[in-house]
């Protein structure tokens, strides 16, 4: 009789909570090969690839880095502007940053924090999700921030509003396409 063995078992899902909750690793497959394994955490923190980054549920942008001042990437955005990375890339990139790193602000407003990266963006949904609520947002690129019901009151936010979504560098992970 065995006690306490471990038996193995592989779970196929296409929801990364679902892996993350139930597996010890992960292992990404696109194109029939895989592309990542790690734990969950590894994973979300470092990206191998656009693909990965999205199947994690980051936002991801694509753009072009170059060398910026003090060790930072400056990535212009396609479809205009800027973002800053303190991940070492030049050439076609995808960015990603994960919604509950993105911070929102009134539109015009000063930026009051340390966050290099501000995007102006227009509120297309609000949606509560439990505790939290999801805002998708027209910018450049689609981009979707993660805030609590609070601030979606306290900034008076409905489908139209205009908007700054900002993060730091620190949050923005590149990978090169």
């Known amino acids: 009789m065995l006690r306490d063995a471990a038996v193995p078992a592989l779970l196929v899902t296409h929801d990364f909570t679902e ?7 992960v292992a990404v497959i696109d194109g029939g090969r895989i592309v990542q394994e790690g734990t969950a955490g590894e ?7 656009a693909f990965v980054a999205d199947f994690t549920g980051a936002v991801v942008l694509t753009g072009v880095a170059r060398e910026g001042p ?10 205009g502007g800027v973002a800053t990375s303190t991940d070492e890339r030049t050439g076609p990139v995808a960015l990603s940053v994960h ?11 000063q930026a009051r924090s340390s966050a290099q990266n501000h995007l ?13 609520v999801r805002v998708g947002l027209a910018a450049p ?7 609590t019901g609070a601030a979606v009151g306290g ?11 900002t993060w730091k560098a620190t949050a923005t992970r590149l990978v090169s396409l």
Request: glycine share 10%; net charge negative; no cysteine.
């Open 19 to 25: 892996a993350a909750v139930l597996g010890d690793r």
């Open 43 to 49: 994973l979300a923190a470092s990206p191998a690839s």
């Open 70 to 79: 003090d060790g930072i990437t400056v990535v212009d955005l396609d479809g």
């Open 99 to 109: 919604p509950w790193e993105i911070s929102l602000e009134p539109a015009g407003e």
């Open 120 to 132: 102006q963006a227009e509120v297309l949904t609000v949606t509560a999700i439990g505790n939290r």
């Open 141 to 147: 690129q689609p981009l979707v921030a993660e805030i």
């Open 155 to 165: 900034l008076h936010l409905e489908p139209g509003v205009r908007v700054t979504a």
